[in-house]
């Protein structure tokens, strides 16, 4: 009989007004044993997520977690949570909500995933490029150096994760916006008369964040701040890397004649 109420009550999702008073009784709920009605309220919780009723949703898993904390359910019951605060946008109580399953349920088989949604909400809280505003490396980066760290974090732990390659495309676009950053500061010196500023910038720049496609200008800049020092020999140095290394670039044009 049990059985039976349990397929008639897990069937009931499928239909369009789903509730728990929507059974048939609420008594036929309470006949079911503890774990089938934890999977019970899952589901409805469950439905509510592809609704995006969020707040119905928060109810379902949160009576889970409360009242059923023994259940399988349970530990994704406070995934789910999580997954509702990031789909809201809401990214520091999905964070905090993510860490704190991570730390109850260590070895459990969705902590590879709590630790990618971490990546994405610090990834997700990045200035982005709306035309209307400065471009993002202009703005503050507090929220991409940490994006940054937790995607390297990601990265270590699972190397070979399914997420991996696009953690890889996360991490280099959030490396890129700090590259950029330098670069830019490194040209506002520049500009300013300030040729040892903009040389510390953009020996920084070639140090911390080579190879995302800013090198060869910044070899170029570098090479014309320690003319302005009157450092000829490390001038030439900086030319010399950007013709050997880049060829082609139309900066090593510029500068061939002054490494012969």
């Not at 059985?3 to 007004?17: F, Q, S, V, W």
């Not at 709920?29 to 774990?35: H, K, N, T, V």
């Not at 899952?42 to 439905?47: A, F, L, N, V």
Request: with cysteine; proline share 4%.
């Amino acid at each position: 009989m049990k059985t039976l109420l349990r397929a008639l009550l897990i069937a009931l999702l499928a239909t369009p007004a789903v509730g728990l008073m929507a059974c048939a009784t609420t008594s036929q709920f309470e006949e079911l044993e503890y774990a089938d009605q934890a999977e019970y309220l899952y589901r409805q919780g469950e439905r509510s997520m592809e609704r995006r009723d969020f707040l119905q949703a928060m109810s379902r898993f949160n009576t889970i977690r409360n009242e059923y904390a023994y259940s399988r359910w349970a530990p994704l019951a406070n995934l789910r949570i999580a997954d509702a605060y990031y789909e809201q946008d809401m990214y520091a109580s999905a964070v905090q909500q993510y860490r704190a399953f991570m730390q109850l349920y260590p070895r459990h088989e969705k902590v590879e995933y709590a630790h990618w949604q971490v990546a994405r909400a610090f990834y997700s809280q990045m200035p982005s490029e709306f035309f209307i505003l400065p471009p993002s490396y202009e703005r503050d980066l507090s929220s991409t150096h940490d994006a940054v760290r937790e995607l390297r974090i990601f990265l270590r732990r699972f190397e070979n994760s399914e997420y991996s390659d696009e953690a890889i495309q996360k991490l280099r676009r959030a490396l890129r916006t700090l590259a950029d950053h330098e670069f830019y500061v490194a040209t506002y010196y520049l500009d300013r008369d300030n040729p040892r500023a903009t040389a510390n910038r953009l020996t920084y720049l070639l140090r911390n964040y080579s190879g995302l496609g800013l090198d060869p200008e910044a070899l170029f800049l570098l090479g014309k701040a320690y003319l302005q020092l009157d450092d000829a020999d490390r001038a030439r140095t900086a030319w010399l890397d950007l013709v050997e290394t880049y060829p082609d670039h139309p900066r090593s044009a510029e500068v061939q004649p002054h490494v012969q």
